[in-house]
């Protein structure tokens, strides 16, 4: 066995030193390090050597890559943070896009219940991006409105809200309905307050430049996103009305043009039959005129001002306690109390991870790419210190 | 300061450099067994004997100082090897193994044959895989006991002993070596 294993290595021995003997070895490779040793560390010996003269005969060919390194890893830092503080103060401006009207109500809301002002703020925040993204809708709307010709869009819109409130707000969020309606260079068209019975309710619509229904609309939702106020329905709708509008107006064209054409035939005519046939085709266009003039009218009065049907009601009255002994609350053991607690805990948890996963994800990434960078710029600052 | 005047003056630089040139060739040759390539071996060697020299003060005594040195060594080979040069071509660069080093002085015959072991054993090593291909060169080559190896690749002795007995399995059962293992079994009985 032993004779076996000696073999084994003798064998593996001549074999290695066979295959490392016919490498060939640099003639040079001694006399360059040593070369390099003295250049670049010197004969400053000791643990001095390893800090002092490794700075001090650092490569300078080297050099401008550790800069660019360092350059590199500052920039994508800076650029994470200022990623991350650009998330932060868009979602802030974006909480304080309150629109107009609903100002009042939202900071009246903060500070009268400040454990909803979180809820409010957070709901502000989606209320405000639906806004943001009807902005640029709104912004066709005033062209077309400012314009008003044939080939501009002519849109119609409507909206209705309906807003569930708590108990005893109805007329103050009624007449900030009002407001809104105002506020936003409209005026409230018509309005119905019913303060009886067990759901006191109110319904009004209001009508407001085309431009400023989106914000109108916003606003009134905001006051649903109050002080435990909650939005139960929304709906909007438009309405591409420029084909009518078009065919209105060729039409009133053509009547208009045939009238002027028929009263002066009225005045060319002889005889008292002339006279009354053209009179009465006279008043028969006359009246097709005015029709479409009305139309017109009613459409351009449609397409410059949107309607927003606001339905507000309280909420109903907690029904009475069963009148019967009186029944204690049974204690919650502690047992129930802990899982009470870790349920919760739990449900916190999932929401806070979810809530983050944005930035984290954003951060995970920054990382991995310091990561990447340190991966492939180590070495060559660590041959640069050698 | 006085004491690294004092040291100068004693010679231990010089001393150091004398070791240096004495095991260059030997380093050289492990690192270009173990990394395969001449670039990455050249370059590995240098790291280590810049790192000796930069920490000289420090270095272990005679005995201690091989093994020393090949622990950095085996760690620089697996810098160069994964981190520092990974997309070196090391098949165009390949180690060139026709050195007038290799050839004995027992002829012509001999020497042929000595250059068509050599290459056997130089690409069965290739097709080794790394971590058996260190602890085989590091024993064989270098000469290092299994204890020695184990510190330089920072593995236990046990592990280092189940690497080689698996390394001298495959080499030996490497068809471009057969022929040279069954002369050498002849041989020895």
Redesign the interface.
């Known amino acids: 066995m032993s004779d076996e294993r000696t073999t084994d290595n003798s064998r593996f021995e001549s074999w290695l030193g066979a295959a490392g003997a016919a490498i060939a070895v640099p003639d040079d490779g001694a006399a360059t390090i040593l070369e390099l040793a003295h250049e670049r560390i010197g004969n400053v010996d000791g643990a001095s050597s390893s800090t002092i003269g490794s700075r001090a005969t650092f490569d300078r060919a080297k050099r401008w890559q550790v800069v660019a390194a360092c350059a590199a890893v500052l920039t994508l830092m800076g650029g994470t943070l200022a990623a991350l503080t650009g998330q932060t103060s868009k979602s802030a401006v974006r909480a304080e896009r309150v629109p107009p009207g609903a100002q009042f109500g939202y900071s009246r809301g903060r500070v009268a219940d400040a454990g909803s002002s979180v809820v409010g703020a957070t709901r502000n925040q989606s209320l405000s991006i639906k806004t943001s993204a009807t902005n640029g809708f709104s912004v066709e709307q005033r062209s077309a409105h400012g314009t008003t010709g044939a080939d501009s869009p002519k849109l119609e819109k409507n909206g209705s809200i309906d807003v569930q409130l708590v108990r005893g707000s109805l007329t103050a969020q009624y007449r900030m309905v009002r407001t809104i309606a105002t506020a936003n260079g409209g005026y409230l068209a018509d309005g119905k307050t019913d303060e009886a019975g067990d759901t006191p309710s109110a319904s009004a619509t209001i009508r407001v430049p085309v431009e400023r229904f989106d914000a109108a609309v916003d606003a009134i939702a905001h006051i649903g996103a109050l002080r435990g106020n909650k939005v139960v329905n929304r709906t909007s709708s438009s309405r591409d009305v420029t084909a009518s509008y078009a065919d209105l107006h060729a039409r009133l064209q053509a009547a208009t043009s045939e009238r002027d054409q028929v009263s002066l035939v009225l005045t060319k005519a002889q005889t008292i039959g002339d006279i009354l046939a053209v009179r009465d085709r006279l008043n028969s266009v006359q009246t097709e005129v005015d029709q479409l003039q009305g139309q017109i009218n009613v459409l351009d009065d449609q397409t410059s001002y949107a309607a927003v049907a606001v339905s507000l009601h309280e909420q109903p009255a907690p029904l009475p306690k069963p009148v019967g002994p009186a029944k204690l609350p049974k204690p919650a053991t502690g047992l129930v109390k802990a899982w009470d607690d870790a349920r919760h805990g739990f449900s916190h948890s999932v929401e806070w991870f979810v809530a983050r996963s944005g930035k984290a994800l954003v951060i995970l990434g920054a990382l991995l790419a310091m990561l990447f960078l340190a991966r492939y710029l180590y070495p060559v600052v660590r041959r640069g210190l050698l | 300061m006085s004491?690294?005047v004092e040291?100068?003056v004693t010679g231990e630089?010089d001393e150091l450099?004398d070791w240096?040139?004495r095991s260059?060739?030997?380093a050289?040759?492990?690192a270009?067994?173990i990394c395969g390539n001449?670039d990455d071996a050249?370059e590995a060697?240098?790291?280590a004997?810049?790192?000796a020299?930069?920490?000289?003060?420090?270095l272990p005594a005679d005995d201690g100082r091989e093994p020393w040195m090949y622990r950095v060594l085996v760690n620089a080979c697996y810098?160069k090897m994964r981190?520092?040069v990974p997309r070196r071509n090391r098949e165009r660069d390949r180690?060139?193994?026709?050195?007038?080093?290799?050839a004995p002085a027992d002829g012509p015959e001999a020497s042929a044959e000595?250059?068509v072991?050599?290459?056997a054993?130089?690409f069965a090593?290739k097709s080794l895989p790394e971590a058996l291909r260190v602890p085989?060169?590091l024993?064989?080559?270098s000469g290092l006991s299994e204890r020695e190896i184990a510190l330089a690749i920072r593995r236990r002795p046990g592990t280092v002993k189940s690497r080689l007995h698996e390394a001298?399995r495959r080499?030996?059962s490497d068809p471009n070596?057969l022929g040279?293992?069954a002369e050498?079994?002849g041989a020895?009985t």
């Open positions: 004491r690294h040291r100068d630089t450099n240096l040139e260059y060739t030997k050289y040759r492990t270009a067994m001449p050249r060697v240098q790291d004997f810049l790192r020299w930069r920490f000289r003060a420090s810098s981190r520092e180690v060139d193994e026709t050195s007038p080093m290799a000595h250059a072991l050599a290459d054993v130089a090593l085989l060169v024993r064989y080559w001298r080499l030996a070596l040279y293992a050498m079994l020895t």
